[in-house]
């Protein structure tokens, strides 16, 4: 896979890339990422990647040619399966849109700034809009972080244990059962008894329960989906 990002702040982006499992992805070929600093696409002396509003109003626009630059560029030298735009009013991140992304071969991402970007690069360029929550970030960079994270665990041969991204929170619409480690019983608290049974039927049956009770308990909206 491979994910190209526009950004006006390309340092903001870095630091999620050279550390843990991103890193080791990346260091290993199972995925590529490229910042893009849209500052490079403009045209003025004072490389302007914003402007005032048409019809008034606070807060400045990103303008359509810098970005219409940008991903012309990249798109004449690949095909794009999804040119995302990180922005409050996109679609809500989930699991579910994780594992359709992390299917793809090339996807780019426009992070935005300012009040957004103009309303035609939305209507001609872009081909899926991602929010990562119903608050509202400075620029879309970190959404971005959060989006490459989650979709790049899922690509096949990133995490060590083959397994471990099924049995995650949300993978079958169930948050996950809680877990333990060594010591048995600590100050006074102990580790339940059913995960020393031996018997594996009976403890997945426990943690189907536990896993179950825990999304009624905390978020039995995911139920219902
Ligand atoms: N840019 C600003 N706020 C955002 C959010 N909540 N999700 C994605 N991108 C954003």
Not at 65 to 72: H, L, N, R, V
Not at 73 to 83: F, M, Q, T
Not at 131 to 142: A, P, R
Not at 196 to 208: C, L
């Amino acid at each position: 896979m491979r994910i190209d990002i526009i950004t006006v702040l390309p340092e903001l982006l870095k630091s999620p890339f050279e550390a843990s499992i991103l890193k080791r992805a990346i260091d290993a070929d199972l995925v590529e990422v490229h910042l893009h600093n849209l500052r490079d696409y403009t045209t003025d002396n004072y490389k302007s990647v914003d402007d005032y509003q048409y019809g008034g109003g606070a807060g400045m626009v990103m303008m359509i040619e810098p970005i219409d630059k940008c991903i012309s560029k990249l798109k004449s030298e690949r095909p794009y399966d999804e040119i995302i735009y990180m922005t409050p009013d996109g679609e809500r991140l989930n699991q579910n849109i994780a594992n359709q992304i992390s299917l793809k071969e090339n996807i780019m991402i426009l992070c935005g700034h300012y009040k957004g970007v103009d309303q035609r690069v939305r209507d001609h360029f872009i081909t899926k809009e991602i929010s990562i929550g119903d608050y509202v970030l400075s620029g879309g960079e970190l959404g971005a972080a959060v989006l490459c994270d989650a979709v790049i665990r899922l690509i096949p041969g990133v995490l060590g244990n083959e397994t471990s991204a099924l049995t995650d929170s949300f993978q079958d619409n169930l948050l996950a059962p809680p877990i333990y480690t060594r010591p048995r019983e600590y100050k006074g608290m102990a580790v339940p008894e059913v995960l020393f049974s031996g018997n594996f039927p009976k403890i997945e049956k426990w943690r189907e329960e536990q896993a179950l009770k825990r999304t009624q308990d905390r978020r039995p909206d995911l139920l219902n989906e």
